[in-house]
């Protein structure tokens, strides 16, 4: 089943259970609390706060989403992408418990002939809040799960809130065991992180009204909400690369012909060597994701949105160097990530041209800045293992580091990264007082100017912040999300 087909039956199925259709909203998230938005219920918050009150009792979307936080595990783990889609079906003080495992079940069993995915019951396995002892006896009568399918589990996994005084509530996720080859058995002890057991879909039971204080291991709750919600979120392309008979959401039809183009750029065959399969991965997502970011608006910066967009291309092209490929590739890519997402993303083709321009121009931009300082970096790595001798960590000193980025343009996670490929540290401390004290130079001379007569700081602290690469601001995003 195509990935758009899998997406048009979700909006279907809850609009014919009076569902109002929300489009999605835009990546660049509507809440200031994250770069991007990145979870189904983001742009519903006021109506989850009550500081608005929804339009609908009943509303469903397919939300685009980025995860920047899940940058390192892509191509890594079969499930994690940094762009993905998370279809959602929200309740606003209508349907509670019962009506979000009821829909949830009936979707998921129903047979493909009756417009369903048609998943067996007897390999969905849930979580639940140890104490919900509610939810527990809901997937007993609704769903007719037996005691062994049904995992308690703590706050630091199955309890939503957002942190603060406001709603808060208990969630019960839904798992697809993928069977014996991805893992050892169920059981009380079952490894629901690894690849086996899958997370398919998360509902969130906003319940209580939580206070202000307290932890992740627990907090005051003020009494019980008048108005109770129901936010869910389900993993589009992991419900995909199930119904595809994939191994991971790198494979299915909207993330795949990337691949497919990179095998033919590079010679390689996807499946011959992991670390270059990973690799294909990475490049398969980052560039769906520049793609789609791109598409809305964002462009490369040195700061925030712009950074990460930066980060994702760039480590796209350094993929493809390290498969072998020195031309530009992104021209070879990008035509081939819209065809596979202007389905259900018409956008991308009709703005094609502006997207990859935007695009290209980014990697000849970087192509320029690894032509010449790669050769700077190759040497600062091999003196520093020649230096470290046998046995020893080899460390790239800071002061090279910071060369690299003051004269050559290289950010420090560049040089991290290019560094550890080669099994080289980097004094990243020394490197930072470095740039601090760089800064504060900076700051006295333009001290001195102003007190000359002429204000010309602004201007300078100005360009300044638009040259000076900065931190990888996409790690602080908040996870309290579905
Ligand atoms: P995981 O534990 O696998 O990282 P999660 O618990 O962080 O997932 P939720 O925040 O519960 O995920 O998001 C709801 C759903 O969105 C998940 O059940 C999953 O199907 C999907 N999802 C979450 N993160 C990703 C991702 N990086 N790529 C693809 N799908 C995702
Ligand atoms: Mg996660
Ligand atoms: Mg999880
Ligand atoms: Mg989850």
Known sequence: MRTAEIRKRWLDYFAGHDHTVVPSASLVSPDPSTLFTIAGMVPFIPYMTGEQTAPWARATSVQKCVRTLDIDDVGKTTRHGTFFQMNGNFSFGDYFKEGAIGHAWDLITRSQDDGGYGFDPDRIWVTVYHDDDEAIELWKKVAGLPNERIQRLGMDTNYWSTGARGPAGPCSEIFFDRGPAYGPDGGPAVDLAGDRFL?????????????????????????????????????????????????????????????AAVEALSGKTYGAALDDDVRMRVVADHVRSALMIISDGVRPSNEGRGYVLRRLLRRSVRAMRLLGVDDPALPALFPVSRDAMAASYPEVATDFERISSIAYAEEDAFRRTLASG?????????????????????????????????????????????????????????????????????????LAKRSGGVDTAAYESLSADLSAPVEFLGYTESTASV
């Not at 869910?232 to 990337?258: C, H, S, W």
Request: hydrophobic share 40%; net charge negative.
């Open 374 to 446: 790669t050769t700077i970096l190759d040497t600062a790595v091999s003196r520093a293992k020649s230096s470290a001798g046998t046995g020893g960590v080899p460390v790239l000193g800071g002061d090279q580091a910071f060369a690299l980025h003051d004269t050559y343009g290289f950010p420090i996670d560049l040089t991290l990264e290019m560094a550890a490929e080669q099994g080289v540290q980097v004094d990243e401390k020394a490197f930072r007082s470095l740039m601090t004290e760089q800064r504060t130079r900076a700051r006295a001379d333009a």
């Open 199 to 259: 997370e398919i879909w998360n509902l969130v039971f906003m319940q209580y009204e939580r206070g202000d204080g307290g932890d992740k291991s627990g907090f005051p709750i003020l009494g019980e909400l008048t108005k109770k919600n129901i936010d869910t979120g389900m993993g589009l392309e992991r419900v995909a690369f199930l119904l595809q008979g994939k191994d991971n959401l790198y494979e299915i039809d909207e993330v795949f012909p990337v691949i």
